[in-house]
């Protein structure tokens, strides 16, 4: 050691002394190249150096020419006669360089007088003398009988130090019957010898085999080395584990923590039991760098980092792991494994954001500048270029007036009701292989707008309600949402009042709740149906409303009797019939006719007789008509005493009842008596000219209205009714929005038919014509039914008699025809 140290000092002060004087004098440089083979003996010329250098031999003691060596070993000298350089002591490449594929050594030849440098490299050839060896000059194996033809086992590979075509070339296998070679090479160029099972094994006829594994390099004086195997053939366990994927790629990134997961190994083993067990373990013949950087779980397969992965030191890694089964013989497969170091981008983006408002109104514009964000990434050249993000979907954009700093903007409508706050994600990734990324998250709020109106649950709505009902009785509720908050939300309720009729006399809603409630008694016989607006207001600026449509339908209540208007009730309460004395059976005495102010079914009458005389006559239950039961003789009494007793068909029923004194006229009286006896017979006999009459007639008048309906819609769209009611001497004129509507309505309520002509208008005024017909009644008559202007509604229809009846509210008019 001391020597060398000597030899180094000595060294430094002679390049001190060279380049001092390569300062002071000229100098020339030239550099020289040669080669030798390792192994040369001492003497061996080299290079013919005086004449490459262009001097004489005989100046080489004048001008002191000396070798300095790089290193302490002096391989070379210079023959003083010759002035060759020579070999001076015997080189082994292999200790010299290794496994380098280049080996050169430096020298430098020094001149003096003048100072002259010279550069020489001498490369080292390879020669071949090392023959490849085994570590173990014998390796057993246990195979199982079981084993199937292809499995494999992997051998001892030979070392050889040569280089080039002097390492090693082939493995060669004695000659055998059961089991074949393959040779293996890897990525770095290492060959492995792998035994291979060529036919099934048969330990009761071979029980043991010796093979010799032969490695021969590749020099022009071949040489080799050979290994011993012994094979030992076991039973039972025949099935070897197997990894899903035998080879396997993994990128494993630099710097990796210690316990950090490269990849978990995944094998299975068709046995049961002990022999299906399998545990994972490294190749034997695994490099000493590879134990000391990664780690394999026994159990799990697992392959973790235990040292430090330095992509600089090594860019991937071969690994082998074995799986062995717990079988006797066990059993093993084996996995190849390249692991790939990853250089990293390891600085994360830094994300700085200044939120302009964390609250902004929902009906700002597109645009707004919402937030800035500044973005810094330590690292340089693409790994330090950033980009910025926003999750897709959001109605934002990103915009970069320059590197570094980003605005965030809105980029459309935003609407509260759909999402009142955003969660903003702002991811920033760098440009690095792989990408690093950072993000940060803000929450921006939508201050509401009164932009959306009040709506009411249904557009319109219904309700039935009986007349007769208490005042301030509830009849529906109304409601409506509005999607805005606050006071944009808060709705209240009012009834709007539309037409002449002022419909808070009828109603009265709740502002707050909805609740309509009904202000007075309602009366089916004036007013069945009408019809109001509810208005919902929020207390936006401006306020927003929405209107919707009740319809209340008034129902009928049977709370009217019948009441007789033909005959006229006379001032005692009897009623004076003359029947002729010789009448004979089914001869009309006469009608009685009752009205009933309801409608509907609760105006459907029935009539009966009663008292000591009623077998003398029967009476029609819907017509009224009073005719005899049989032939009157002269023994029969002048004067029948009946009751007609009247019920609607409400329920409960109300009734009406009158006296009728029937009296037999005398017999002297013979052309009365004809009279009367031909107008008895007359009911009993088909009138077939009056129904063809009457049918003409009921035509005539249907097609006369219709023509009065079609010209009043004509004239009330030219606004000729307004000219025409002036005329007449109307105070005003409807307005076109008051104009009736007038329509054919065919009722076929209870056994009564007949067709009407409804004319309503908007200030609940209606006109109503019913020309009708009794299907009982062996006659039928034409009823015209008119409501006043002063009513609020007229009913649609009066139950219809034998007799014509014009009826105007308040008072009766009787028309006999």
Same mark, same amino acid.
């Given at each position: 050691?001391?020597?060398?140290?000597?030899?180094?000092?000595s060294?430094?002060?002679?390049?001190?002394?060279?380049?001092? *004087?390569?300062?002071c004098?000229?100098?020339r440089?030239?550099?020289?190249l040669?080669?030798?083979?390792?192994?040369?003996?001492?003497?061996?010329?080299?290079?013919?150096?005086?004449?490459?250098?262009?001097?004489?031999?005989?100046?080489?003691?004048?001008?002191?020419?000396?070798?300095?060596?790089?290193?302490?070993d002096?391989y070379?000298?210079?023959?003083?006669?010759?002035?060759a350089?020579?070999?001076?002591?015997?080189?082994?490449?292999?200790?010299?360089?290794?496994?380098?594929?280049?080996?050169?050594?430096?020298?430098?030849i020094?001149?003096?007088?003048?100072?002259?440098?010279?550069?020489?490299t001498v490369?080292i050839?390879?020669?071949?003398?090392?023959?490849?060896?085994?570590?173990?000059?014998n390796?057993?194996?246990?195979?199982?009988?079981?084993?199937?033809?292809?499995?494999?086992?992997?051998?001892?590979?030979?070392r050889?130090?040569?280089?080039?075509? *002097?390492?090693?070339?082939?493995?060669?296998?004695?000659?055998?019957?059961?089991f074949?070679?393959?040779?293996?090479?890897?990525?770095d160029?290492?060959?492995?010898?792998?035994l291979?099972?060529?036919?099934?094994?048969?330990?009761?006829k071979?029980?043991?085999?010796?093979?010799?594994?032969?490695?021969?390099?590749?020099?022009?004086?071949e040489?080799?080395?050979?290994?011993?195997?012994?094979?030992?053939?076991?039973?039972? *366990?025949?099935?070897a584990?197997?990894?899903?994927?035998? =080879?396997?790629?993994?990128?494993?990134?630099e710097?990796?923590?210690?316990?950090?997961l490269?990849?978990t190994?995944?094998?299975?083993?068709?046995?049961?039991?002990?022999?299906?067990?399998?545990?994972?373990?490294?190749?034997?013949?695994?490099?000493?760098?590879?134990?000391? !950087?990664?780690?394999?779980?026994?159990?799990?397969?697992?392959i973790?980092?235990t040292?430090?992965?330095?992509?600089?030191?090594?860019e991937?890694?071969?690994v082998?792991?074995?799986?062995?089964?717990?079988?006797?013989?066990?059993?093993?497969?084996?996995?190849?494994?390249?692991?790939?170091?990853?250089?990293?981008?390891?600085?994360t983006?830094?994300i700085?954001i200044?939120?302009?408002?964390?609250?902004?109104?929902?009906?700002v514009?597109?645009?707004?500048?919402?937030?800035?964000?500044?973005?810094?990434?330590e690292?340089?050249?693409?790994?330090?270029?950033?980009?910025?993000?926003?999750?897709?979907?959001l109605?934002?954009?990103?915009?970069?007036?320059?590197?570094?700093?980003?605005?965030?903007?809105?980029?459309?409508?935003?609407?509260?009701?759909?999402?009142?706050e955003?969660?903003?994600?702002?991811?920033?990734?760098?440009?690095?292989?792989?990408?690093r990324?950072?993000?940060?998250?803000?929450?921006l709020?939508?201050?509401?707008?009164?932009?959306?109106?009040?709506?009411?649950?249904?557009?319109?709505?219904?309700?039935?309600i009986?007349?007769?009902?208490?005042?301030?009785?509830p009849?529906?509720?109304?409601?409506?949402?509005?999607?805005?908050?606050?006071?944009?939300?808060?709705?209240?309720?009012?009834?709007?009042?539309?037409?002449?009729?002022?419909?808070?006399?009828?109603?009265?809603?709740?502002?707050?709740?909805?609740?309509?409630?009904?202000?007075?008694?309602?009366?089916y016989?004036?007013?069945?149906?009408?019809?109001?607006?509810?208005?919902?207001?929020?207390?936006g600026t401006?306020?927003?409303?929405?209107?919707?449509?009740?319809?209340?339908?008034?129902?009928?209540? *049977?709370?009217?009797?019948?009441?007789?208007?033909?005959?006229?009730?006379?001032?005692?309460?009897?009623?004076?019939?003359?029947?002729?004395?010789?009448?004979?059976?089914?001869?009309?005495?006469?009608?009685v006719?009752?009205?009933?102010?309801?409608?509907?079914?609760?105006?459907?009458?029935f009539?009966?007789?009663?008292?000591?005389?009623?077998?003398?006559f029967?009476?029609?239950?819907?017509?009224?008509?009073?005719?005899?039961?049989?032939?009157?003789?002269?023994?029969?009494k002048?004067?029948?005493?009946?009751?007609?007793?009247?019920?609607?068909?409400?329920?409960?029923?109300?009734?009406a009842?009158?006296?009728?004194?029937?009296?037999?006229?005398?017999?002297?009286?013979?052309?009365?008596?004809?009279?009367?006896?031909?107008?008895?017979?007359?009911?009993?006999?088909?009138?077939? =000219?009056?129904?063809?009459?009457?049918?003409?007639?009921?035509?005539?008048?249907?097609s006369?209205?219709?023509?009065?309906?079609?010209?009043?819609?004509?004239?009330g769209?030219?606004?000729?009714?307004?000219?025409?009611?002036?005329?007449?001497?109307f105070?005003?004129?409807?307005?076109?929005?008051?104009?009736?509507?007038l329509?054919?309505?065919?009722?076929?309520?209870?056994?009564?038919r007949?067709?009407?002509v409804?004319?309503?208008?908007?200030?609940?005024?209606?006109?109503t014509?019913?020309?009708?017909?009794? =299907?009982?009644?062996?006659?039928?008559?034409f009823v015209?039914?008119?409501?006043?202007?002063?009513?609020?509604?007229?009913?649609?229809?009066?139950?219809?008699?034998t007799?014509? !009846?014009?009826k105007?509210?308040?008072n009766?008019?009787?028309?006999?025809i």
């Amino acid at each position: 050691m001391e020597s060398k140290e000597l030899f180094r000092r000595s060294l430094d002060w002679a390049a001190i002394w060279i380049v001092l *004087n390569a300062l002071c004098f000229a100098t020339r440089a030239s550099e020289l190249l040669y080669s030798t083979a390792e192994e040369s003996k001492p003497g061996t010329i080299v290079g013919h150096l005086t004449k490459d250098l262009g001097m004489e031999v005989q100046e080489i003691l004048p001008r002191e020419m000396r070798i300095i060596s790089e290193s302490n070993d002096k391989y070379f000298d210079v023959d003083l006669t010759s002035g060759a350089l020579v070999v001076k002591q015997t080189m082994d490449r292999e200790s010299m360089c290794g496994g380098s594929l280049h080996c050169h050594i430096r020298i430098q030849i020094s001149l003096q007088s003048p100072l002259d440098m010279h550069s020489v490299t001498v490369e080292i050839v390879d020669v071949n003398d090392n023959a490849p060896h085994f570590q173990s000059r014998n390796t057993s194996l246990e195979v199982s009988e079981a084993a199937a033809p292809g499995t494999m086992f992997r051998l001892e590979s030979a070392r050889d130090p040569d280089v080039g075509v *002097n390492s090693l070339r082939a493995y060669f296998l004695s000659q055998n019957d059961c089991f074949t070679l393959k040779v293996e090479t890897k990525s770095d160029g290492s060959k492995i010898p792998i035994l291979i099972v060529n036919k099934p094994l048969d330990r009761e006829k071979t029980s043991e085999f010796r093979l010799i594994l032969t490695a021969v390099d590749g020099g022009s004086a071949e040489k080799s080395g050979n290994s011993a195997i012994f094979i030992n053939i076991l039973d039972v *366990n025949d099935n070897a584990p197997h990894f899903h994927n035998p =080879t396997k790629r993994v990128a494993l990134l630099e710097n990796s923590p210690h316990g950090t997961l490269v990849t978990t190994l995944n094998a299975s083993d068709a046995d049961q039991g002990h022999n299906g067990e399998i545990s994972f373990s490294f190749d034997k013949y695994t490099p000493d760098n590879v134990l000391k !950087l990664f780690s394999v779980d026994s159990m799990t397969g697992e392959i973790k980092v235990t040292g430090l992965v330095d992509h600089e030191l090594a860019e991937v890694y071969d690994v082998t792991i074995l799986a062995r089964d717990k079988g006797m013989p066990p059993m093993e497969g084996s996995c190849n494994i390249k692991i790939e170091i990853i250089d990293v981008n390891d600085n994360t983006p830094a994300i700085s954001i200044n939120v302009v408002s964390p609250v902004i109104s929902e009906d700002v514009s597109s645009g707004t500048v919402v937030a800035l964000i500044k973005v810094r990434d330590e690292d340089t050249g693409e790994n330090g270029e950033v980009k910025v993000d926003i999750p897709y979907g959001l109605p934002f954009k990103m915009s970069s007036p320059y590197k570094g700093l980003f605005t965030l903007m809105t980029d459309g409508q935003l609407d509260r009701e759909a999402l009142a706050e955003y969660t903003i994600t702002v991811i920033a990734t760098d440009s690095g292989s792989p990408p690093r990324s950072s993000q940060e998250s803000f929450v921006l709020r939508l201050s509401d707008v009164n932009d959306n109106p009040p709506v009411f649950s249904q557009p319109s709505y219904s309700i039935d309600i009986a007349e007769n009902n208490a005042p301030n009785a509830p009849l529906l509720s109304v409601s409506a949402s509005d999607p805005d908050v606050g006071e944009n939300s808060t709705v209240s309720f009012s009834i709007l009042e539309t037409g002449a009729l002022g419909m808070s006399s009828y109603v009265y809603i709740n502002p707050a709740s909805g609740q309509i409630y009904a202000m007075r008694k309602f009366d089916y016989e004036q007013i069945n149906a009408f019809q109001f607006v509810v208005q919902v207001l929020d207390r936006g600026t401006p306020g927003q409303s929405s209107n919707a449509t009740v319809h209340v339908f008034i129902k009928d209540q *049977n709370d009217h009797p019948p009441v007789l208007i033909y005959p006229a009730p006379p001032s005692d309460g009897t009623l004076q019939f003359l029947v002729p004395s010789t009448a004979g059976l089914g001869c009309l005495v006469n009608r009685v006719t009752f009205v009933d102010g309801d409608s509907g079914h609760n105006a459907w009458l029935f009539y009966r007789i009663s008292g000591p005389d009623a077998e003398m006559f029967h009476i029609g239950a819907h017509t009224g008509e009073l005719r005899t039961a049989r032939k009157l003789t002269a023994e029969d009494k002048s004067v029948f005493s009946l009751t007609v007793i009247v019920k609607d068909n409400g329920r409960p029923s109300l009734s009406a009842s009158v006296v009728v004194n029937v009296t037999q006229a005398e017999k002297s009286s013979d052309a009365s008596s004809e009279r009367r006896s031909s107008n008895s017979k007359r009911p009993t006999e088909p009138d077939l =000219t009056l129904y063809l009459i009457i049918t003409l007639s009921f035509i005539i008048a249907v097609s006369f209205l219709v023509i009065i309906v079609i010209a009043v819609r004509w004239l009330g769209h030219r606004g000729y009714i307004g000219c025409l009611m002036q005329k007449l001497g109307f105070k005003h004129a409807p307005h076109e929005h008051q104009r009736n509507d007038l329509h054919l309505q065919l009722n076929t309520d209870g056994p009564i038919r007949y067709v009407e002509v409804v004319g309503a208008s908007r200030d609940f005024h209606k006109h109503t014509y019913a020309p009708g017909f009794s =299907t009982i009644s062996s006659r039928s008559d034409f009823v015209f039914v008119k409501a006043p202007q002063s009513t609020l509604s007229m009913r649609l229809s009066k139950r219809l008699f034998t007799h014509s !009846l014009m009826k105007v509210r308040g008072n009766y008019a009787l028309v006999y025809i």
